[in-house]
């Protein structure tokens, strides 16, 4: 059984760890770990001045305007968007290791402002038998003003997806817990 897990290096995202672990114990379960990211961009070494301002060197001389120098950046965004993807995969390779030793786990990161796209052509890609996501479970002013990522997924039917509420998983775990 092939799953595709998203994270987006939240906890609350990383609330589907008790799903792919009881996953995990499907006969020929292989996972894909996958992670959306924004664009990062360039980080400025200092802040330039705002805007330019006037120099006056002596009194009664013509006044000099001085123009703020272009900000010198620590890194290019390709550099940025390099080491953030980096980060991303680092990341999901410890969310691997704390998923139980059997199945075989592929992690990818990507770049990209609309990860619903990203997430959908790589589901397109991959082929998997079900998709595990988080989702906030929003509804009313509060859904149409953020939307889905989760429910828009759901949507493209690209493949069935298994949606997690953290608080329903804290709400069972302290069910069992009292039962137990």
């Known amino acids: 059984m092939k799953i595709m897990a998203t994270f987006d290096g939240s906890e609350f995202a990383e609330s589907i760890l008790p799903q792919l672990a009881w996953m995990a114990v499907l006969p020929e379960a292989q996972f894909l770990l996958f992670s959306v990211a924004a664009e990062p961009s360039g980080q400025p070494r200092h802040p330039a001045m705002p805007a330019p301002h006037v120099v006056s060197a002596m009194q009664g001389a013509q006044p000099v305007a001085v123009e703020p120098a272009e900000p010198a950046y620590a890194e290019t965004k390709d550099q940025a968007m390099a080491r953030r993807q980096a980060e991303l995969e680092q990341y999901l390779r410890g969310v691997a290791r704390r998923l139980p030793v059997g199945p075989r786990y592929t992690v ?5 402002d609309d990860p ?6 790589r589901a397109v890609k991959e082929r998997p038998d079900v998709i595990v996501m988080a989702t906030h479970g929003r509804s009313g002013l509060t859904h149409m ?6 429910e828009e997924v759901v949507r493209s039917g690209v493949a ?3 949606l997690v509420h953290p608080n329903e998983v804290r709400r069972a775990r302290g069910t069992a817990r009292s039962a137990g």
């Open 116 to 121: 619903v796209a990203v997430i959908i052509a």
């Open 160 to 162: 069935p997806v298994l």
């Open 108 to 112: 990818d990161a990507c770049i990209s």
């Open 145 to 150: 003003v953020f939307g889905g990522v989760a």
